[in-house]
């Protein structure tokens, strides 16, 4: 009997010692202070910290903003050369506030639609199919900048009849196409995140 109790023992000895060394794991399911915890790991890097969703969506909204500033400026841009020479011609000729408006917002949609073409026949477009992109990417964005600085322009007493050498004629016109780009930028902003706007000309730049 002594022998065999002997020999329970050694067993029972030589059992532990294989469960005791397998990975740092503890008898009664513990994880020994030597061993490696791989189910607490964080698949996001060696100090488990996670890049989740949030971070790429701040850095999407991030690049958005970028983007809508860019095409907005790139609108801008031919609006404002559309805008300045209708107004200029206009007051030139003498004609009536509402006949200068119409000038200027149809050279605006001209020198916009011209702008992105220029950019859409340089990255090898047809022309039928950069007037197309042109249409798409600008339409909406010009006619919120004209709503806005045409209506300034009107809204400000005497600022349509003051005449190319006054300061209250150029002041206003800047002011105008000042606040159609900050109202704009978030109108593109909206359209951009929808694969609308500009990012229907951005793509062909890829």
């Known amino acids: 009997m002594d022998h065999m109790d002997h020999m329970d023992h050694m067993d029972h000895m030589d059992h532990t010692d294989h469960t005791g060394h397998d990975g740092g794991a503890h008898p009664h399911g513990?994880?020994?202070?030597?061993?490696?915890?791989?189910?607490g790991t964080g698949s996001g890097g060696h100090d488990g910290s996670q890049g989740g969703p949030h971070d790429?969506?701040?850095?999407?909204?991030d690049a958005s903003w970028r983007t809508a500033v860019q095409a907005t400026l790139h609108c801008l841009t031919?609006?404002?050369?559309?805008?300045?020479?209708?107004?200029?011609?206009?007051t030139a000729a003498g004609l009536h506030s509402g006949a200068t408006v119409?000038?200027?917002?149809?050279?605006?949609?001209?020198?916009?639609?011209?702008?992105?073409?220029?950019?859409?026949?340089?990255?090898?477009?047809?022309?039928?199919?950069?007037?197309?992109?042109?249409?798409?990417?600008?339409t909406v964005s010009i006619v919120v900048?004209?709503?806005?600085?045409?209506?300034?322009?009107?809204?400000?007493?005497?600022?349509?009849?003051?005449g190319l050498t006054t300061v209250l004629f150029w002041a206003s016109l800047a002011f105008s196409l000042a606040l159609a780009f900050v109202v704009t930028v978030p109108?593109?902003?909206?359209?951009?995140?929808?694969?609308?706007?500009?990012?229907?000309?951005?793509?062909?730049?890829?």
């Open 30 to 39: 513990g994880v020994r202070p030597g061993g490696h915890d791989h189910a």
């Open 56 to 61: 790429h969506g701040h850095a999407r909204g």
């Open 78 to 90: 031919g609006c404002a050369i559309g805008e300045v020479l209708g107004m200029v011609i206009g």
């Open 102 to 138: 119409a000038l200027s917002v149809a050279l605006a949609f001209v020198f916009g639609y011209a702008l992105t073409m220029r950019g859409m026949l340089a990255a090898g477009l047809g022309l039928r199919r950069a007037l197309k992109v042109a249409l798409a990417a600008d």
């Open 145 to 162: 900048m004209e709503i806005i600085d045409n209506t300034v322009m009107v809204a400000v007493p005497g600022a349509m009849d003051a």
């Open 187 to 206: 109108v593109n902003r909206w359209m951009i995140a929808r694969g609308r706007g500009h990012a229907v000309a951005h793509a062909h730049h890829h």
